[in-house]
């Protein structure tokens, strides 16, 4: 389905109990709302689960950037409202625990609690050239540079190993993923400085971070648990960035409860 919030047309997806109440999830960078679909799963019988195609991905529009973290955020909370959603849970991972982090600051009175997934508050001065040579490998030579790098920091060497058809499923997910919304994200995300806001997020959040992540390491989750007040950190052993998709039962074990207990059922 299809609704036209924040000046664009978002594709989103609307599923589960019609009574239940509901979840936001949203998706990383290069990749869309169908690496979701074990967790929606996992969620339908109890919970409303509201998943979307990020502005820039998969079947929503994706004008040119760049895009700022405000604009991102406001996109969420806007399909919440064209949905008819006053109030979710929100889980994000990655770009989308980013957006978490701006919800839980712009939008408190919207959400029951967050859930922020494999990411980061902050992008150190020294790691903003490593988005800049993306942007400029994208810009001349299409998604298809990004496969090779992003799986090694996706996904555990045991599971590039052992699970091809992962490897398939997340490398074509980059390659269909729109250039201008992949560069758009990208300068977003090397901007990236909210660390020293996060106290004034009031809501249950959890921390959720693989083990082994290179792309946003266990100490970045760290910062994030230790700035906002009440949090919890959950360090998941032995997976790496896609942790959802890597180990989706273990996944759910820290994600159910906590939703359990906060989502205003």
Known sequence: ?????????????????????????HHPLATNLTCWDELTAALEPNYRVLRLDARGHGKS????????????????????????????????????????????????????????????????????????QRIHAVTTGGMVTQVEGAIQRWVSPRAIKENPALVERLSQMIKLTPIDGYVGWCQAIRGLNVTDRLGAIRLPTRVIVGEIDPATPVAASQ????????????IVPGVSHMLHNEEPELFHSHVLPFLDAHAGK
């Open 61 to 132: 529009d994706a004008p040119a950037g760049p895009y700022a973290f405000e604009t991102l955020a406001k996109d969420v909370a806007e399909l919440m409202t064209a949905c008819g959603v006053q109030k979710a849970s929100f889980l994000g991972l990655s770009m989308g625990g980013m957006v978490g982090q701006y919800l839980g600051l712009l939008y408190p009175e919207r959400f029951n609690c967050l859930l922020l997934v494999s990411t980061s508050s902050r992008i150190p001065d020294e790691a903003q050239p490593l988005w800049d």
């Open 223 to 234: 910062a994030i648990h230790d700035a906002i007040p009440g949090s919890d950190l959950v």
């Open 1 to 25: 389905m299809k609704s036209t919030v924040n000046g664009i047309d978002i594709n989103y997806e609307l599923s589960g109990a019609a009574d239940g109440p509901v979840v936001v999830l």
